[in-house]
Structure formats: structure tokens, C-alpha cells
């Protein structure tokens, strides 16, 4: 028979490691916190995500993933935003046949 003290201990460490892996689940992983209505060029732009809040992060925004790998997050409703976001769309449809194409450098295809 184990004494107490193991047990004990046992228990403890099943605990600290269950409460932190529902707690790491639960932790927003690249959220915005605030967006800046600025306009880009969208030829500069290779990806987009949608950020909902809610869905653990606090708002909503639309992440813009830049050719060079920087990123701006930009309110989703404006008419600027939703013509970059048809743009890529776009790219990404004429680069599956073709990958080569100057525009098509960094797109990042679905």
C-alpha cells in the first residue's frame, strides 16, 4: 500500500496538469486589440483571416497578412477592406493554374 504523501502528490500533480491544459485551450492565440483604418495598396497584400469576437478575441477585425510577412488589422466593414479582400480572393483563383505569375509571389493559396 502507497503511503499518503505519494498519493497526495500524485493527485496534486494530476490536477495542476489537467487545470493547465484546459486553461492553454481556452488562451487566444494571435488576437487583435485595436484596428487603424488605413488604407493599403492592396498588390501588397497575400493573405486575410476574419477575426470574430467572441470566438476569443475581444473584437472584430480583419487581420491583412502583407508579401513581407507583416500583418494590420483593419476594420472588416469598410468598402476599401472588402475590395482587398476581393482582390486576393481573385488571386488566389487565377494562381492555382498559374503560380508563376508576378502577382501570384507570396499569395498564399487555400
Not at 490536477?15 to 487603424?36: H, N, Q, S, Y
Not at 502583407?66 to 472588416?76: E, F, I, S
Not at 476599401?80 to 486576393?88: C, H, L, M, S
Request: glycine share 8%; aromatic share 8%.
Amino acid at each position: 500500500m502507497a503511503p499518503w504523501g505519494d498519493i497526495k502528490l500524485f493527485f496534486c500533480i494530476l490536477f495542476i496538469t489537467c487545470w493547465c491544459t484546459g486553461t492553454l485551450a481556452e488562451m487566444p492565440m494571435d488576437c487583435c486589440l485595436r484596428v487603424k483604418n488605413k488604407m493599403v495598396d492592396k498588390h501588397i497584400v497575400a493573405d486575410y483571416r476574419q477575426q470574430v469576437s467572441g470566438q476569443g478575441c475581444s473584437i472584430d477585425a480583419m487581420v491583412l497578412m502583407g508579401k513581407g510577412g507583416r500583418t494590420l488589422c483593419v476594420p472588416a466593414n469598410e468598402p476599401w477592406v472588402k475590395k482587398v479582400v476581393n482582390y486576393v480572393n481573385h488571386l488566389r483563383k487565377v494562381c492555382k493554374t498559374n503560380k508563376k505569375m508576378k502577382p501570384c509571389v507570396g499569395v498564399k493559396l487555400e
